[in-house]
Each structure stands twice: as structure tokens, then as C-alpha cells.
């Protein structure tokens, strides 16, 4: 079975310019949540979504928005993007099964995000 | 907020010796809590987890962790560290009715020597 995939692994980006990235969960998980991870803040939750739905949402400005398609695909997007915003972009798939089991999260590899 | 505490930013062991890596949670009521392990160059893989039950979990390549309410802690431990564990280790908790909102703590380095 595939893991978690994130398109594209790398993205250089100028600031002021907005950005798209893409993750495709685990076969048959129903849930896409998305984290950011810097040297500084660490590793910092940014929403989840469940059934094309926005479930959670952390602490971070309107600039990221995500959404979620029928097939569970995720896509996150920043806008006017700030130097700050350099960062490694995490997604991670559940189950969303019966039982808690069904809710550990598998993470991809990472989109890493450059803002000059 | 609620937040989670990983004492030991960095841990260098030599081979054989015994690892326990710190992580305290605020209080929060019901939680379900994580170990994360970061190789180098690898994606975050789980290494174990504790929903209810035995306080006491094993995880994968010989780890456990004890969860202690009183003390709102979950300490990783593995007797014997090999080279191949040197990675970063995080700590998460889920916090009740969170949905799967993970909070990590800070990461905990760990080098071995071999």
C-alpha cells in the first residue's frame, strides 16, 4: 500500500507570490491534517480535514487555507507569502475508522517551502 | 493553551547505554499520546501510542513508554540504544474531543556514538 504522498518535495518561492501543495493520503483514509515544521516554532498544526470538511484549525493566519476533495485528496494553499513561511510542510492521513487505533496519522515526506 | 514539554533538547548516548526521554502534557483531561521518531532524511513514523489501558506501552524496534496521569508524563524508554537510533524524537498528544490534532512537543536530538 502507497504511503502518503506530497507533491512537489521542494518549492522556491519569492515573497509576495502564493504557493499550492498537495497530498495524497493513504489509500481508503478519510482524513488529511496539515503541519508545518521550523527550526524555531517546531512542529505546529495548521487544519485538518474530513470529509471535504475543515475539522480543526490551528493557529495561523488566513493566509493558509486548505481544502479537501471527494477522494480525499488535500491541497493547502499560502498566500502573499513572507520569508517566516520558509518552512518543511507536513501532511499525515488517518483511517477515521471505528476505534481509536483508526486515528493514528501517517505523515509524508514533506513538501520543503523556500520563500526568498 | 494547552502544551507539551520535552526537557532533553539534546541526548548523546554511546551504544548499550539506556535512553529515557522526558514528556510532560498540561493538564487537559482525556489525551491520547504519541512517540514520533524522525531518522535522518525520513518522514515521521510512529514508534508507539497510548489510548487506554496498560500505562505501560511497547513500541516498535524494542521502545516503550509508561504513561503516568499523576504526573501528566510519558517518558520513552529503551534499555540498550544502538547507533541507529540517533534520530530526533517527538512526543504528541491529542487532547479529548481534538479530532486528530497532534501537539507536539519541541523534539528531543538523540545521538549515539558508536
Known amino acids: 500500500k502507497a504511503g502518503v504522498t506530497q507533491t512537489p518535495r521542494y518549492l522556491i518561492k519569492t515573497r509576495g507570490q502564493q504557493v499550492t501543495l498537495s497530498c495524497s493520503p493513504i489509500?481508503?483514509?478519510?482524513?488529511v491534517s496539515w503541519y508545518q515544521q521550523t527550526p524555531g516554532q517546531g512542529l505546529q498544526f495548521l487544519f485538518e480535514y474530513f470529509s471535504e470538511t475543515q475539522r480543526n484549525k490551528g493557529n495561523f493566519p488566513g493566509r493558509f487555507s486548505g481544502r479537501q476533495f471527494s477522494n480525499s485528496r488535500s491541497e493547502m494553499n499560502v498566500s502573499t507569502l513572507e520569508l517566516g513561511d520558509s518552512a518543511l510542510y507536513l501532511c499525515?492521513?488517518?483511517?477515521?475508522?471505528?476505534?481509536?487505533?483508526?486515528?493514528?496519522?501517517?505523515f509524508g515526506a514533506g513538501t520543503r517551502l523556500s520563500v526568498l | 493553551a494547552q502544551s507539551v514539554s520535552q526537557h532533553n533538547h539534546h541526548v548523546i548516548l554511546s551504544e548499550a547505554a539506556s535512553l529515557e526521554l522526558g514528556c510532560n502534557y498540561s493538564y487537559g483531561g482525556t489525551v491520547n499520546l504519541f512517540w514520533y521518531v524522525q531518522y535522518p532524511g525520513q518522514h515521521l513514523q510512529l514508534l508507539l501510542k497510548y489510548f487506554s489501558g496498560d500505562p505501560l506501552v511497547k513500541g516498535i524496534k524494542g521502545f516503550e513508554a509508561e504513561f503516568i496521569k499523576s504526573k501528566f508524563s510519558f517518558n520513552l524508554r529503551k534499555p540498550s540504544v544502538q547507533w541507529s537510533d540517533t534520530a530526533e524524537y517527538f512526543c504528541?498528544?491529542?487532547?479529548?474531543?481534538?479530532?486528530?490534532?497532534?501537539?507536539f512537543g519541541g523534539g528531543t536530538r538523540l545521538m549515539v556514538k558508536p
Open positions: 499525515a492521513s488517518s483511517l477515521e475508522g471505528v476505534g481509536p487505533a483508526s486515528n493514528i496519522q501517517y
Open positions: 489509500s481508503g483514509h478519510r482524513s
Open positions: 504528541a498528544v491529542i487532547w479529548g474531543n481534538a479530532g486528530n490534532m497532534l501537539t
